[in-house]
């Protein structure tokens, strides 16, 4: 059906699209009850992902390391008194009752070991701290100090603040677990600052950090959308300047979002901190079916056209394009799919929904509605189009020195784009507006890290954990970690066995090495976890058939690259100096959040590529001429490269979320591209025109629709910056550059190619 005869039908039947969609809208959206906040960060990699895999078989092999790590901060720097170390104390004990705490680690229940003669005594480090004397202080201090399963992990080298480690098992059955938690342990938090308000408490770990993408996506939604209707009404009420039309457009805008949430809700899809960007992206994109339609229509009735006859005309002039831009931004969107984060893939499956909705909605509900609602315009003789066809004029008197300088313009910044490097720090995705941020930043400014690599290094045999030759090589593998940059504590099961091969000799510092024999070896560790408190076993760091242990590297904040290329130089040490049993990569939530943005460029490069050649196949086959059709490829890849290469001279990194960007905004700038070349096309076609004057055509009818919506797009990415979730903002920020490149290359580089290329040529009709 055309759109002539579309517009016909709508205008007849306006009621019952009217009563049907608001139905529809209803039914669909009535989904959205089902919509949840996840709460895990597991969710960013899929099932497949081999770093996700190897995190669970060594967590699966140990135990969890999910966890919530309690900092405290005396304002005397001194953590070492009577009265902290009572604080210490009685929250040490008052940690086991955080729901589900499996495990909690300080330095009061570390289980100190010392020998009385022949036997082994293995006890909390600190016990009733109220009552010790001077004596007891200074001991524990330098036992705390000098052990290096506490330095830079529970302890600070100052002394000035300490750590209480609480290891969470999630039974994974509610959503409302991760909140139960933070929600227990931020309460026992303030009561004790309000005790003590001497001493300050952060709080950081895994748990902190899943909470916080909730909130991310929960204050995105509850700060994002309303500044985003606020900024769609008022820019469409400027630009339209008729209240009827700014009232339709936001409807179409609100219904196509509702409808989107509400099948999302039905299909089970939780947010996550980047889908919950996906109302704020529908309710821009919404916008520009709405925009040519409602401007079109006006320019119509100024004309003199009736205004149903200026609603059958507007859809027979834009049916073609907004269906074609409709299809390229979904394609666009629908691209995230090959995305290796799962959270992309709703993201882009939500925009793509709300994208097919707008359609509809634009072309049945907003006619539909505008037939209905009154409008006034007023008629004018001329219809010229000052500001428009004067630069249109412009464009064509110098196309060729904007021809040149738009190309000059794109290889200077495509040539910036290998400034651009992957780097990201999964920490700093959260921005100083949440205590996960800056309670993480003052932990590792002043006690540990959350920068981990772990591996389960196993020692080929059943009991080899004893072996003194695995030992030997564990010890070895620790003290080079330990001699690396950046590197702030390394749990190796061999601190353990050294502290007790010292303590069976008297507590000799000469034995403070590996023990010789393996006989005495399996007999230290049988004595010592005989003696070990419930709830401090050894579980955590060797597995059941003490065949292998974990291994434990904390480091300073560092960069993807950094991370990366430590445990790269890691495997290259095990290779040549460890057991050939030991060969395992490293495995953390830090491991896979270094290796997720490289593959995610990797896999956004295959499913941006489909799109492209998918969305190229449909403007061939729709404009029915492959010259056009291939020409339209250059302002469509030249946006993304001038933006990528801009984004290179002024921050130079790219994260998870920036690497999206291309395969997103591929369907959002075809949109321009698509409305210019229809109306470029059209005068071509329906009135003989030659290549200067069907310029001049496109720029009067389609460019104040163009500017207007490039605007709101910009404006509504803009929106984003304003998350505190850096994936958001980056994500928002470069998509707004992509745009208005978008816009310069539709406006200043298309219609001098197309001058260039045809030379006043005829277009086969």
């Not at 007849?12 to 608001?22: K, V």
């Not at 016990?127 to 201090?141: F, G, H, M, V």
């Not at 029915?624 to 921050?651: C, D, E, H, Q, T």
């Amino acid at each position: 059906m055309d759109g002539a005869r579309l517009g016909k039908n709508v205008i007849r039947f306006r009621w019952l699209i009217l009563i049907g969609s608001i139905v529809l809208a209803m039914a669909a959206g009535s989904g959205g009850r089902f919509l949840g906040f996840s709460t895990d960060y597991r969710v960013f990699f899929g099932k497949d992902n081999p770093q996700l895999q190897a995190f669970e078989n060594l967590q699966n092999t140990y135990t969890k390391n999910d966890n919530v790590l309690l900092a405290l901060a005396p304002s005397d720097s001194k953590v070492f008194t009577r009265e902290t170390l009572a604080v210490i104390e009685q929250l040490t004990q008052d940690a086991w009752q955080i729901p589900y705490s499996l495990r909690v680690d300080s330095i009061s229940n570390f289980q100190h070991t010392w020998a009385d003669e022949d036997e082994l005594i293995v006890e909390d480090l600190v016990k009733n701290a109220a009552t010790l004397s001077e004596a007891d202080l200074a001991r524990i201090q330098d036992v705390a100090l000098s052990e290096p399963l506490l330095m830079n992990r529970l302890i600070s080298p100052e002394g000035h603040v300490t750590g209480i480690n609480v290891t969470i098992n999630l039974p994974g059955k509610s959503m409302n677990e991760v909140p139960e938690v933070v929600a227990f342990v931020r309460e026992m938090a303030m009561d004790l600052e309000a005790a003590h308000p001497d001493i300050k408490v952060h709080l950081s770990g895994m748990i902190m950090m899943n909470n916080s993408f909730s909130e991310a996506s929960q204050d995105d939604m509850s700060s994002l959308l309303p500044i985003m209707y606020l900024v769609l009404m008022l820019t469409m009420g400027l630009m339209l300047r008729s209240v009827s039309a700014t009232i339709a457009a936001v409807l179409v805008i609100g219904l196509s979002a509702f409808t989107a949430l509400g099948l999302a809700g039905w299909a089970g899809l939780l947010f996550t901190p980047p889908s919950a960007s996906a109302p704020t992206i529908i309710l821009t994109l919404a916008v520009a079916d709405s925009v040519h339609i409602l401007i079109t229509m006006l320019q119509e009735m100024r004309r003199g056209k009736t205004k149903n006859d200026a609603i059958i005309e507007s859809l027979r002039i834009n049916m073609q394009p907004v269906f074609l831009t409709s299809l390229t931004t979904a394609i666009g969107f629908l691209s995230m799919n090959t995305s290796d984060a799962p959270p992309f893939h709703d993201l882009g499956n939500m925009v793509a929904t709300g994208v097919v909705a707008a359609f509809f909605y634009s072309i049945l509900f907003l006619p539909a509605l505008m037939s209905i609602l009154p409008v006034w315009v007023k008629a004018h003789a001329d219809t010229k189009l000052h500001f428009m066809d004067g630069f249109g004029d412009f464009v064509v008197a110098r196309r060729k020195p904007l021809l040149l300088g738009m190309l000059s313009l794109t290889i200077l910044f495509v040539f910036s784009v290998p400034l651009n490097r992957l780097n990201d720090q999964f920490v700093n995705y959260f921005d100083e507006r949440y205590a996960f941020r800056t309670d993480t930043d003052f932990i590792v400014e002043n006690l540990t890290g959350i920068y981990l690599i772990e591996y389960s290094l196993e020692s080929g045999e059943t009991g080899g954990v004893s072996n003194p030759e695995y030992l030997e090589k564990l010890e070895a593998f620790s003290n080079w970690y330990k001699s690396q940059p950046r590197v702030l504590h390394v749990n190796s099961l061999t601190d353990i066995m050294k502290r007790l091969n010292k303590n069976m000799h008297g507590d000799d510092p000469a034995y403070y090495k590996i023990p010789d024999d393996r006989e005495l070896s399996a007999q230290y560790l049988l004595l010592y976890e005989l003696s070990l408190p419930y709830g401090l076993d050894l579980n955590n760091q060797i597995n059941i058939k003490k065949s292998a242990t974990r291994f434990t590297v904390t480091m300073e904040s560092v960069s993807t690259n950094e991370m990366l290329a430590m445990e790269e130089t890691a495997q290259d040490w095990l290779k040549a100096n460890g057991l050939p049993s030991m060969q395992v990569p490293g495995a953390s939530a830090t491991i896979m959040f270094s290796h997720i943005s490289e593959r995610n460029i990797k896999s956004m490069l295959g499913g941006t590529s489909i799109a492209l050649v998918l969305i190229s196949g449909i403007l061939i086959f729709s404009f029915r001429n492959v010259k056009i059709g291939l020409l339209s490829l250059v302002p469509n890849l030249v946006p993304a490269g001038m933006a990528f290469g801009l984004w290179g001279l002024m921050v130079g990194e790219i994260g998870v979320g920036t690497s999206i960007v291309a395969g997103m905004s591929l369907g959002i700038v075809v949109d321009d591209t698509i409305h210019f070349l229809s109306k470029y096309l059209r005068a071509k076609r329906e009135k003989n025109a030659d290549s200067h004057e069907a310029v001049r055509y496109a720029f009067h009818n389609v460019g104040t629709a163009l500017w207007v919506t490039s605007f709101v797009l910009t404006a509504g990415f803009l929106v984003l910056t304003f998350s505190g979730f850096a994936l958001n903002s980056q994500m928002g920020l470069l998509t707004a550059i992509t745009i208005v490149f978008a816009l310069l290359a539709d406006f200043l580089l298309l219609p001098p190619l197309l001058m260039w290329i045809e030379k006043k040529e005829k277009i086969d009709r």
